[in-house]
């Protein structure tokens, strides 16, 4: 009977299933999607490694800039579980889209020099053209950081810009190559990365580093940052700035971590909407279902058979809610993870849960009208029908 009475209401039962199915749907898809961002940057992360450390010059007590001695790169290079050093060095330049730009438009770009080996310190890629080598580090090239070849309006190599600075005569560089974006190091997007020898001698570089990057041995990466700073300079090493870039990727999904908890409280307040549903629809099915009530209990059926009976039905929708709902929220995931090419992950504990939570709210939205319609007297129930 409780299987019965669903089946001659399919139109309410699938609505009050509905409002469940919803809340289960944005329970799953909440943490699905997140869990697949998440994974989606962990895959990032271990591909770019988690052991880079940059070391670059701080302030001191007057809020200057101290920069890093030019010594700083063979010093951090000689502590034992460092495994690669590469720096970039600073620049007095600028860089525009051609001679025609205004100086003050600088589009936040910088031009820095580059050392041979940054690119493979950094495990970057280039996404167009080629990387420098011994012989473009001499000549007038540059290789774009993503950001900057936007900005620029630069969109291959083999384009011109135009590099001027304060008493510094303007010069075109080709562009050799352009740089695929850098999550570890977002900083590379915004420049311009010249040859050491040629922004010593045309850009007003002086060998001073402007960050040093470190690659450590895995295991003591919390070792070499405790002594990088006295490392890279011994006088002042208060004004040193030491960071591990991949702790900003975790301290990101960690706030996606706590966005995802609103969002479920959100789905929560679904749920609820869906219970209420629920109850409303067995509340009405009761007073519908007086007569019905009232001949079987005349015929002999129990306080507990009655009740059962409706709880029966309210169980039923929260579990077809609760089913719907999961495949409704995997199906969102997949979706948006592929429109993303990100991996899709639906967390297994919450498609497993996402049922048993229908059914429960189900259960407590069911249990009062279910009560009512087992203490009904026959008699009231025949004469009310």
């Not at 025609?100 to 020099?113: D, E, F, I, K, R």
């Not at 080996?117 to 996404?127: I, M, N, S, T, Y």
């Not at 909407?273 to 019905?292: H, L, P, S």
Request: avoid cysteine.
């Amino acid at each position: 009977m409780g299987l019965i009475g669903p089946r001659t209401r399919k139109l309410r039962a699938a609505l009050s299933a509905f409002g469940i199915a919803l809340g289960i749907a944005a329970v799953v898809a909440v943490t699905g999607i997140s869990a697949s961002n998440q994974q989606h940057l962990l895959d990032r992360l271990d591909r770019l490694g988690s052991n880079l450390i940059t070391v670059g010059p701080g302030t001191d007590a007057r809020q200057q800039p101290v920069p890093l001695p030019k010594e700083a790169p063979t010093m951090l290079g000689n502590i034992a579980p460092v495994q690669h050093v590469t720096a970039t060095g600073g620049t007095r330049a600028s860089v525009y889209r051609n001679d025609l730009v205004p100086p003050g438009q600088t589009n936040s770009l910088t031009v820095l020099s580059a050392r041979l080996d940054l690119l493979d310190a950094l495990r970057g890629r280039v996404r167009a053209g080629r990387w420098l080598d011994q012989a473009a580090e001499q000549l007038p090239v540059t290789v774009l950081g993503d950001a900057a070849a936007k900005r620029l309006g630069v969109t291959a190599p083999g384009e011109r810009v135009w590099m001027v600075g304060k008493d510094i005569p303007g010069q075109w560089y080709q562009v050799l190559g352009i740089l695929q974006p850098n999550e570890l190091v977002p900083e590379i997007d915004d420049t311009a990365l010249v040859g050491g020898p040629q922004a010593d001698a045309h850009l007003g570089g002086d060998g001073t580093p402007a960050t040093v990057y470190l690659r450590v041995h895995p295991d003591r990466v919390a070792a070499v940052q405790a002594v990088a700073g006295a490392t890279a300079n011994p006088a002042q090493p208060s004004t040193v700035a030491v960071s591990r870039p991949s702790d900003l990727l975790k301290a990101r999904a960690e706030t996606q971590d706590t966005l995802t908890g609103l969002v479920l409280a959100l789905a929560g307040v679904a749920l609820l909407v869906g219970g209420v549903g629920i109850a409303n629809t067995m509340v009405v099915g009761v007073m519908e279902r007086r007569g019905e009530v009232g001949l079987r209990r005349a015929l002999g059926a129990r306080e507990g058979q009655i009740a059962a009976q409706f709880l029966i039905e309210a169980v039923l929708l929260g579990l077809l809610g609760g089913l719907a709902g999961v495949a409704i929220g995997a199906g969102a995931v997949y979706g948006y993870a592929a429109a993303q090419g990100w991996p899709a992950v639906v967390p297994v504990v919450w498609a497993a849960a996402g049922p048993v939570m229908a059914v429960a709210v189900g259960t407590i939205a069911g249990l009062y009208p279910a009560l009512r319609a087992a203490r009904m007297a026959p008699t009231t129930a025949l004469r009310a029908a």
